[in-house]
Structure formats: C-alpha cells, structure tokens
C-alpha cells in the first residue's frame, strides 16, 4: 500500500497498531452504546452502514447492538486492525485501504466518520469529505474534536497528527444537500459513559 501523505504511513504503522490496544473492552462498548443512541435518536431507516476508519469496530459493535440485523462495512488502514475488524464484521465487508483510496459505487444508509478526520492531513479533506458525501444514501455522522477556526494541536509526542476545525460545516458548504438534523457534545468527564470530549453532528442527505 502506497500513501500520499504522512498522516496516512503514520496510522497504517506502529502508531496505528499501539492505537488498538488503548481503545477496547467493555467500558468503551458501553460508552458508545450511549453515544450513538443519543446522536441517532433522529435518524431513520438506517439498515446499512458505512464506518470510515473503523479500526477494530468499537463503534460498529455499538451499532449491532442497537441495530441488530443492520448490514455493516468498514475502511482501515493498518493491518492489524483490519484484521481484527473481520471479526466484527463479514471480511469481504471491510476494505483495508486508506480512506483517500476508497471508492464505491455502492450507498449507505449511514455513512459514519469518528475521531478519524481529525489525524487526515488537511489538504486532503476536500477530497475526503467529497468521498463521505458520495458513500451516504440519507445520513452522515461526523463525531470530531471541534474548533471555529483550524488549528493543529500536538498528538502524543507528535507533531502535524491532530488537527481541530468545523468540518461537519465545512462539509455542509462544501456540500449543499447536507443539511443539518441534529448536533451534541460527549464530555470526557461524564461520570457514566465518558467520550473524549467529541462534538458530533448528524446530517440529512437532501434532494
């Protein structure tokens, strides 16, 4: 696998691989039970599902459990938890490839994107944005660090791997037809079901 930037190498490597290790087990599970049921409580219909860095389908386990017979995909880059998401999911369901190589002609009900947009190096997020766009049939949920105006943060010793801005509103200018359903805010010092302070937002797909 070729990559065109350095965030892309960064998390297909040893990086990506340790990231597995910090982020499993039952607690998270239950977090993000609470996570989506809050942040899909308008949604409709969403029998189909997309994951844009889905590691090794944390969210997506959380997803089966409120939509059992939900069908579910997955793009990830490092090997390693590509092959743990084929656990979780059907193997021919994930597509271990970076996000900036994917390309389908196939549409979800829901197109999820989760503490992954953040580390995408911020030239390419047109192209990325343009790709969740495309993936939705009816809803995208984007779940980011949020921040008015861009700025890069330092990442665990590293620098240039951690970028904050509104992208669930630089998405909707770039792209129109999303319009805005719902929005919320998950707080890392929630007493029950903590998220690492994640500001998510829902959007519509609209004709």
């Known amino acids: 696998m070729t990559f ?3 965030q892309e190498a960064f998390w297909a490597g040893e990086f990506g691989t340790e990231y597995i290790r ?17 942040a899909l409580r308008a949604a409709r219909g969403i029998k189909t599902c997309i994951e844009f ?24 880059i490092n090997a390693a938890a590509a092959r743990e998401l084929a656990q979780v999911i059907p193997s021919h369901h994930v597509h271990h ?18 503490g992954v947009l953040i580390h995408i190096n911020p030239d ?10 495309t993936a939705s049939g009816k809803y995208l949920l984007v779940a980011e660090y949020y921040n008015p105006s861009p700025v890069a943060i330092p990442y665990r010793g590293h620098t240039d791997r ?10 909707m200018d ?12 998950a707080y890392r010092r929630d007493p029950n079901f903590p998220q690492d302070d994640i500001t998510w937002f829902l959007m519509e797909k609209r004709s």
């Open 124 to 133: 390419a997020l047109p192209q990325v944005y343009d790709k969740l766009v």
């Open 4 to 6: 065109k930037t350095e």
């Open 22 to 38: 910090r982020n499993n087990g039952d607690v998270m599970l239950a977090s993000n039970l609470d996570f989506f049921a809050k």
């Open 53 to 76: 860095g889905a590691n090794i389908g944390m969210n997506l386990r959380a997803l089966k459990l409120l939509y059992p017979t939900q069908e579910q995909h997955g793009i990830e």
């Open 97 to 114: 490839s970076s996000i900036l190589d994917f390309n389908s002609e196939q549409t979800w009900d829901l197109v999820l994107v989760k």
């Open 162 to 171: 951690l970028f904050k801005r509104d992208f669930a509103g630089e998405i």
């Open 174 to 185: 770039r792209h129109p037809k999303m319009g805005l359903v719902d929005y919320g805010f």
